[in-house]
């Protein structure tokens, strides 16, 4: 067959015959000759040449080539992975490893890929990471020469360069039930944000004694966290539904309190009056101390609503516990509250071989006006009158 009566496919299978026995420049310009055919473009065929351009040391050619690959197709992931290798291979590191980060976010599963393939993207990864190692630390000395900032201000400059740098995901409020609009997406909240926190904090060691009183006397008082009937999908909580490994001794639940308990515990009901919390009948306020058994993980999960946020107070705290609110990971300290947006996917865990303690309680959003409270609270009440249904288990 003559050259000029070849195909595309004819021209194509020969190159690859070139290739395979180390003639790169016969399949370059077979693979030239290919791309001057008649028909659609073939992204293939643009990158088989950059190839054989790379492995003849002509990176401009290459890069032209992967150009052309991506003017048909701008997410192919192996011509945008060789983009990135041949800015790599002209020392623009910095912009290699940024354009190694494009190339990652169209990467298939590990599973689907060759071994080179593997390997090439093993190497993106890499490079991308120093690269956003050297953007963290650039990005931190920007900051301490455009002059200092400190706590909310401090913290929200800290997750906001995570989040540039990748080292921070973006979660967002996803509430089962209430959705009020305009609220910030926050997952632990400052401390500024709440002026009676410190004062709460201090009643930790009268609040700790009933506890423990509690949990010598009254332990058969405990019940199941999470308590769905039969007939209720319940996914994620099934391993702990009705179960004792995730207890609570409730305090004010529904909106009332339970008396016999709050007799109990008259002192720890005097500092939950510090709370600014919500006061919904049959929903809110609510207040518990909760017990998480050994090696016992609370799966990730979200609130009912953002219009309300969760108090924690750490009272019994064995080491390897832990808690996290989105792309926060906190370790409690005993005596040290913190108050955190549940609409927001947490998880807690207890790896510890005793059981951890902890005081929660709901408190309203700061960032609600007065007037707000009120309508929220007339709205929640009108909805349950209407539908004459008992609210959900977690409340407001």
């Not at 016969?26 to 290919?34: G, I, R, T, V």
């Not at 003017?71 to 800015?87: D, N, Q, T, V, W």
């Not at 009705?242 to 008396?259: D, I, K, N």
């Not at 947006?341 to 951890?356: G, V």
Request: include cysteine; charged fraction near 25%; hydrophobic fraction near 40%.
């Amino acid at each position: 067959m003559a050259t000029s009566e070849r195909d595309s496919p004819a021209l194509k299978a020969e190159a690859s015959r070139a290739m395979a026995a180390g003639d790169l420049r016969s399949a370059a310009a077979l693979l030239e000759e290919a791309t001057r055919l008649p028909g659609p473009g073939d992204v293939d065929l643009w990158i088989s040449l950059a190839g054989c351009r790379r492995g003849l040391a002509d990176t401009g050619g290459a890069a032209a080539a992967v150009d052309r690959a991506l003017a048909i197709e701008p997410r192919h992931f192996l011509a945008l992975l060789m983009r990135a290798s041949l800015l790599e291979r002209t020392g623009e590191a910095r912009a290699a490893g940024r354009a190694y980060g494009i190339a990652l976010t169209q990467a298939p599963p590990a599973a689907a890929l060759d071994e080179v393939t593997r390997r090439a993207t093993e190497h993106a990864r890499q490079a991308h990471a120093r690269y956003l190692a050297e953007l963290q630390s650039a990005l931190t000395r920007e900051i301490g020469a455009g002059g200092a900032a400190s706590g909310p201000e401090q913290r929200r400059i800290s997750a906001f360069v995570d989040r540039l740098v990748g080292k921070r995901r973006v979660f967002h409020q996803e509430p089962v039930q209430f959705n009020y609009p305009g609220l910030p997406e926050i997952e632990f909240l400052d401390r500024e944000d709440f002026p009676w926190l410190a004062a709460f904090e201090t009643e930790t060691g009268a609040i700790r004694e009933e506890l423990e009183a509690v949990l010598a006397d009254d332990a058969s008082e405990l019940a199941p966290y999470v308590n769905y009937p039969d007939g209720v999908p319940i996914d994620q909580w099934a391993e702990l539904n009705r179960s004792p490994r995730w207890s609570a001794y409730h305090l004010l639940q529904g909106g009332g309190v339970v008396e016999e308990h709050a007799r109990k515990c008259p002192r720890t009901m005097r500092a939950i009056q510090l709370l600014d919390q919500p006061r919904v009948p049959g929903r809110s306020p609510s207040a518990m101390f909760s017990v998480l058994k050994p090696r016992t993980r609370i799966p990730p999960h979200t609130g009912v609503s953002n219009t309300r946020l969760v108090l924690h107070l750490p009272l019994i705290l064995p080491p390897g516990c832990g808690f996290r609110v989105g792309s926060e990971t906190r370790a409690w300290r005993e005596g040290e509250a913190w108050v955190f947006d549940d609409t927001i996917e947490h998880e807690a865990w207890n790896d510890s071989d005793l059981p951890r303690t902890i005081l929660i309680c709901d408190v309203w959003n700061p960032r609600l006006s007065a007037a707000e409270r009120e309508l929220i609270t007339t709205i929640m009440i009108g909805m349950d009158r209407f539908s004459g249904a008992q609210p959900a288990q977690d409340g407001l």
